[in-house]
Nanobody, 121 residues
């Protein structure tokens, strides 16, 4: 069983930055970040492999967000820069049971409780 706890969300002005953290307990493999805005479906944001540092990003955040991991702490991070009002959402950390990169909500078996990110204009 894997448990995930996100932190680091909050209110920030457009153009600002936030860093989200996701602390995991249990065995983890590929990890991802997703987000869900009010009235919208949950969408992929970023993913990182546990076996190397390869990461992929949604086009909407590419060049602004960076996902990283600290294996010793069993923690992943999402550094979010140049935030826009359209980045406002609940951000979720998720874990798969595979080594390969995964991009769909259905690929992830374990989810955190989510952390709210609000970007004001």
């Amino acid at each position: 069983q894997v448990q995930l706890v996100e932190s680091g969300g909050g209110l920030v002005q457009a153009g600002g930055s936030l860093r989200l953290s996701c602390a995991a307990s249990g065995r983890t493999y590929t990890m991802g970040w997703f987000r869900q805005a009010p009235g919208k479906e949950r969408e992929f944001v970023a993913v990182i492999s546990w076996s190397d540092d390869s990461a992929n990003y949604a086009d909407s955040v590419k060049g602004r967000f960076t996902m990283s991991r600290d294996n010793a702490k069993n923690t992943v991070y999402l550094q979010m820069n140049s935030l826009k009002p359209e980045d406002t959402a609940v951000y979720y950390c998720a874990s798969t049971s595979t080594w390969s990169l995964r991009f769909r909500v259905s690929d992830y078996a374990y989810w955190g409780q989510g952390t709210q990110v609000t970007v004001s204009s």
